[in-house]
């Protein structure tokens, strides 16, 4: 090979080997992770003797910054974070930092804290948006949505929101809808973890209308990771074990979610199979009939692509040609709805000769003898005439195969020779 050649061939092995890699890293499974609360928003806390003070800001971005360095082991995943210090981004700082990203997903992460002093509430519980479901919820909302730390942006976002609307409801609907199934599966599945691998308590998935989530264009979940004013689940946020455990079912939901997303979009519908072509023709049989009708005649119900093939001293008109079983289903339910109630579909065994006997065109049928001068006789002076009940029958050429016959009679028609019937003869 030349020089130029195998540098050709290099060039392209290259430009494939690039469009190929690029094709295929194109698109991360972007996550944002979201630690929520931060700098003076300090969250759900509470201080104990032996523990100190636990605060949710510090909990909720211990476990967001172990989870993200899991996820940014593995090539396939981008994480984005809405913060990775102690400082609090607005909640419309944090939606539109997902919706820019277009992330596949938004994990916001937080302590739960119960309002009564009996502190009994324990274990983790995941929220994705909706319409609350129970007024316990409630309590989650309020807190969370804290309207003492929405910035001026967040207001204007949040303010004319009424979630008990029609309208909002509506709107809200239509926005969750899209994600709401997907946000509970990623949501069922960090639950699940949390129960199984880590032994916790989980109080479930549930729907609650939380404005960190409620903007978001993709599936969202919020993590309560446990009570702050429950003493067994604060000691257990608060060291690096727990929030190592509760990192690790997050991420494990996650593999675990985009497994289901990636068998979703590479498997695409099951396609029919290819249909395969019979091996014979196929013809619909409308009627059979010593008339000869002309294409247009009203006698076949406006159907085109009609074939007459005379046989016996009649004429049988067929109606469309396939070796395809589904056409040929087609042409006869065409047949049948034109009116043709008794059609059937015939097979025509392709390019086989007439054991005895052969093809001829009737070029003409009719009480009177074709003029001599005419110029059907002129450009076939070799007809053979037959008579028949007061009927002159003029026939053209002799024909192996049906084919050969179809054949010749297209070849009359660019002559302008027009309304010939194949006529099978048997000896
Ligand atoms: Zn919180």
Do not use: C, W
């Not at 806390?45 to 211990?62: A, F, P």
């Not at 249909?275 to 196929?282: A, M, R, S, Y």
């Not at 247009?296 to 159907?303: H, R, V, Y």
């Amino acid at each position: 090979m030349t020089s130029l050649k195998f540098y050709n061939k290099i060039f392209f092995l290259l430009t494939f080997f690039i469009g190929f890699s690029s094709f295929y890293s194109q698109k991360k499974f972007t996550i944002v992770l979201d630690a929520g609360h931060g700098g003076s928003d300090i969250g759900a806390n509470r201080y104990y003797s032996d523990i100190g003070s636990v605060q949710e800001k510090n909990v909720t971005l211990g476990i967001v910054l172990k989870l993200g360095r899991m996820l940014e082991k593995h090539k396939d995943y981008k994480v984005i974070y809405t913060r990775k210090v102690d400082e609090y981004p607005s909640l419309t700082a944090r939606t539109d930092l997902a919706n820019r990203s277009k992330a596949d997903l938004f994990i916001s992460i937080h302590v739960n804290s119960s309002p009564s002093k009996s502190a009994t509430a324990q274990g983790t519980e995941t929220f994705v948006q909706g319409p609350n479901q129970n007024k316990a919820n409630l309590d989650v909302a309020k807190a969370e949505n804290d309207v003492i730390f929405l910035d001026e942006k967040d207001k204007e976002n949040f303010a004319s929101y009424n979630p008990s609307s029609p309208e909002s409801l509506i709107a809200l609907k239509i926005q969750q809808s899209k994600y709401l199934q997907a946000s509970l599966t990623i949501g069922g599945l960090v639950e699940e973890n949390f129960v199984k691998k880590d032994k916790r308590l989980s109080r479930g998935v549930k729907q609650e209308n939380l404005h960190v989530l409620r903007m978001n264009a993709m599936p969202s979940i919020l993590i309560e990771t446990g009570f702050v004013n429950n003493y067994d689940d604060a000691r257990y946020i608060s060291t690096e074990e727990g929030q190592q455990a509760i990192a690790e079912s997050i991420f494990n939901a996650i593999v675990s979610y985009k497994k289901l997303v990636d068998r979703n979009i590479k498997e695409p519908e099951p396609e029919k199979p290819v249909e395969q072509p019979l091996k014979n023709d196929f013809r619909i049989l409308l009627m059979s009939t010593p008339t000869k009708y002309n294409e247009d005649d009203p006698a076949l119900k406006g159907l085109k692509y009609i074939l007459p093939i005379k046989e016996n001293g009649a004429y049988k008109y067929y109606y469309g040609t396939t070796n395809y079983a589904s056409v040929r289903d087609t042409n006869l339910k065409t047949a049948k709805d034109a009116g043709f109630r008794n059609s059937m579909a015939i097979s025509f065994v392709p390019n086989q000769a007439l054991g005895m006997g052969y093809y001829t065109l009737e070029i003409y049928a009719g009480k009177d003898k074709l003029d001599s001068k005419s110029v059907v006789m002129k450009t076939l002076p070799d007809m053979i005439r037959t008579k028949e009940n007061g009927i002159f029958y003029y026939t053209f050429g002799r024909y192996r195969t049906f084919e050969d016959a179809v054949k010749a009679q297209k070849d009359l028609e660019s002559k302008g020779i027009n309304n010939t019937v194949i006529e099978k003869k048997l000896k």
